[in-house]
């Protein structure tokens, strides 16, 4: 779970251009951060990419912070099937 | 209706040759090129191998670190040039002033890579993993609503998209919006990036011809700006007025338009052809720069004022031309402000 975090928090950092220390589990992606609807997609997309999975758009509610987003791909992580 | 006065008061250039006002008259009155060997993409299977290339661009020098990492290069070119050009006229954008200023920019080709990156990627990854954010790259109104965006302009905002005429109707399009007192400034230009699928498609086509050495046929990439005020404004907020558009005709005519365009202009000016003592065609700009399209217009128009400025053959009075090889032709008459 460390390791997924910190992957996230990479590509979250990218995206939304700040450094990865900013990227605190809890901070707020809208109110703390400034993320806006485009980047929101682009967090949604780019963690389905790295990881190959399909997260449900209407769970875009949910990536709010950090360790939101972090529970959303675990769990769509672990469905996964083992040779997809 | 009294038609107002159009002056220019800024220009922002980037071209193969230079960036910037200064270096830009500088490089055309000094017939510097910039053609040089292609770094974007790898040329191996072109027998030519050089064209008009602004090397080492990023934006980041003009438009700061942040907010250029999903816009591509025909954007942060006339994104670049915008913030050249407004910093050359010394206009600020406020609250008060932002819904009397547009934008009127000339692209044609320059989303065909963001069109092509974005398709490739959907085929490469699924369509699934397509970045949504590159998705406003793929239109054509992308670079002129993003100078808006980017400088908060409020008043219209227009892309022109007639190929080799674009740059100089984008400005002909904003004179009017300031003629007819509809907007009190804009910023007018075109832009065009090289890249290797546009660069595929006139080799393909035998644009290009097959001589890679001075005197070849280039293609090139720029982004070209002039800010165009009423008079009345320009006095007002004592900018340095540059030169006058005096005339503009277009038409679209294989066999004669471009000397019937000209004819226009003058008649729009109120001018005969003995006034006339200079002309920049889009030939001239293309043996330095590379063929622009969109941009070419502009380039001439910033050339045309640098011309007036540095006076090295005791020119007031241009005649700038665009004509295209599918029978699109404009002129615009460019005369130095007394």
Redesign the interface.
Known sequence: MQDLESEIRALIA??I?RSPAEITPDANFFTDLGVDS??A??IL??V??KYKI?IPEEKLAQFTTLKQTVIVAGEYLAAKPQNA | MDKKRVVITGIGVLAANAIGKNAFWEAILNGVSGIKPVSLFDTTGFKVKRAGEIKDFSGQAFLG???L??LDRSTKLIASAAKLALDDAHLEINEENTRQIGVAIGATFGSIKSICDFDMDGLK?GV??????LFPNTVINSPASEVSIKFKIRGFNATVSTGFCAGLDAVNYARDFVRFGRANAVLAGGVEELCEEIFLGFYKTKFLDELDEPGGNFLGEAGAIVILEDLESALARQADILAEVAGFGTNFDQASGLKRAMRLALDDAGLKKNDINGFFSSSAIKSMVGECFSASGALQVAAAVGAIQKQPLKINRLMVNCSGPNGNNSSMIISKYS
Request: avoid cysteine; hydrophobic fraction near 30%; aromatic fraction near 4%.
């Open positions: 990218e995206i251009e485009m980047m997609l682009e997309t780019a389905e990419k399909q | 670190d942040k907010g990492r999903t990854d699934r993993y397509v970045n949504p954010a």
